[in-house]
């Protein structure tokens, strides 16, 4: 059975490497030729990532080699991850050849993760009834396995005890800054702990920074952070958050021609030959695909328990072979996913430590013991394993769930086993194998015969011949005495 399984599972992983493979000839058909004057139009789609952070940055270089002059991501996300986010940030910082953000298609949404990045490109757009905001920080930093305190969700972040040294503008001039009428409570529940404040406060002056090169609403972008502030495209548009709102790309491009933006080199601006280039858009290739895949958090949780398994599942029955490549292809595989998302060590700790329970459950006879606190240590792990509460990167309660019923059935199964061998009644054992059948493998030059998968010595009084079906009437030390059944 574990053999069949091992090979199901190793069958599925060459065909997803089959896959893979077959794709790198797809994607070519749509580049361009080298060096040829294009715009290149990537997509941000889902939680940011270490794949996301791969894709846009390796695919922009490629674009650059083949003559790209401008790019354009259309973005459509609910946040991510801190330092892939920063990672893409650098990298848009750093180039000199601009880049359009473009939150689309409509219904679309640059929330949190996204916010940062749209504040960062030279030039920010929407496509009408698409949102931004909500940027307040879940997880920036800190050791794994930090989370912020509860009232840190984006519905309870405030201004910090320790207000920021530079006042919103409309501070300044003597207005209210959030629209309330004189004397209401517009504070929310500050941050009650130095993290809290330390969180805050470094996004907001990260915010603010990114703002203030692109001479756009710091105040709002600090106010997205404190309050997860929310605005519509129109919305942003009249309080100076992006430079474009757009239905189309058509009407992006026409709108972006002649418009003066801040790359790494100075101020240039977008010539108007520039906007009519003509679009090329970059899908990801295999190599993202798989990333992207393995990155998951589900999926690497997933590999993470086929490797343990598989290795115990190899210890179990040395030589199979199958179990343990498996094993350690999926170990690997998610060892190396976990490596580039937030994890939590102890939680990782917990898992191998709960596996290797179940596993010593089939050999020490603990009546369960053993077994359930593998389970309990299994569950509590799994939960604790992706240090993060960015959508899309977290393990599914519904998964662990699943893992933890499986494991329980199987510990359910092994003491269900283990009972029913203890009242049996007790046989000798120089009589366990009287009166089984048996069939006859070969007689010269001596007699032998196979009994659930054993292969045993025997004699008889009669003659007998190959594939012949016979009964155990005596055990004889290591030579069984047998009669035709």
């Keep these: 059975m574990i053999k069949r399984l091992s090979k199901g599972v190793l069958a599925c992983l060459l065909l997803m490497l089959a896959y893979f493979i077959s794709s790198v000839a797809v994607a070519q058909d749509s580049d361009l030729a080298a060096s040829e004057p294009h715009i290149a139009e990537l997509t941000i789609s889902g939680a940011i990532g270490p794949a996301t952070t791969d894709y846009l940055i390796r695919t922009s270089e490629e674009a650059r080699e083949k003559g790209a002059q401008l790019f354009i991501v259309r973005m459509d996300t609910p946040g991510g991850l801190d330092a892939a986010t920063r990672d893409i940030i650098q990298h848009i910082l750093g180039s000199d050849i601009p880049y359009i953000t473009y939150v689309t298609p409509a219904g679309a949404r640059a929330a949190s993760a996204g916010t940062y990045i749209l504040y960062a490109s030279h030039i920010a757009a929407m496509t009408p009834s698409t949102t931004l905001g909500a940027a307040t920080p879940v997880q920036i930093g800190g050791m794994p396995g930090q989370q912020p305190p509860p009232g840190n969700s984006p519905a309870d972040n405030s201004p910090a005890d320790q207000p920021s040294t530079e006042k919103p503008q409309s501070e300044q001039n003597g207005e209210p800054g959030d629209g309330k009428k004189d004397g209401e409570d517009s504070a929310a529940p500050a941050p009650k702990t130095t993290m809290e404040r330390k969180v805050i406060n470094d996004s907001v002056a990260y915010i603010r920074g990114l703002a203030k090169r692109h001479h756009r609403n710091a105040d709002w972008a600090e106010k997205a952070v404190r309050e997860a502030a929310t605005l519509t495209a129109s919305e942003a548009l009249e309080q100076n958050v992006i430079d474009i709102v757009a239905d189309n790309r058509e009407s992006l491009l026409q709108q972006v021609a002649g418009r003066e933006v801040v790359l790494v080199s100075g101020s240039e601006k977008i010539a108007e030959a520039t906007a009519t280039l003509p679009v090329v858009e970059y899908s990801p290739d295999w190599r993202n695909e798989l990333l992207s895949i393995i990155t ?22 040395p030589g199979a072979m199958v179990p343990g490549i498996v094993g350690v292809i999926c170990l690997l595989l998610g060892l190396y996913a976990l490596q580039v998302l937030p994890i939590n060590y102890a939680g990782l700790a917990l898992i191998v430590v709960g596996a290797l329970l179940i596993a010593a459950e089939f050999f020490v006879p603990s009546f369960g013991a053993l077994g359930i606190g593998g389970v309990v240590a ?6 604790m394993l992706i240090d993060s509460d960015v959508p899309g990167m977290q393990v599914s309660r519904g998964l662990i769930g699943s893992i933890a019923a499986v494991s329980g059935l199987g510990l359910l199964g092994l003491l269900y086993a283990v009972g029913h061998s203890l009242r049996k009644p007790k046989i000798a054992s120089d009589k366990a194998l009287i009166g089984r059948t048996a069939v006859v493998m070969d007689v010269t030059p001596e007699l032998l015969v196979k009994i659930d998968g054993e292969i045993w010595r025997s004699s008889c009084d009669t003659a007998l011949s190959e594939g012949q079906v016979v009964r155990v009437i005596a055990e004889e030390g290591l030579q069984l005495k047998v009669e035709p059944d």
């Design 378 to 383: 299994l569950v509590i792990g799994s939960v």
């Design 296 to 317: 998951n958090p589900q999926v690497a949780y997933i590999l993470l328990l086929i490797g343990i398994y598989g290795l115990i599942f190899e210890g179990y029955s």
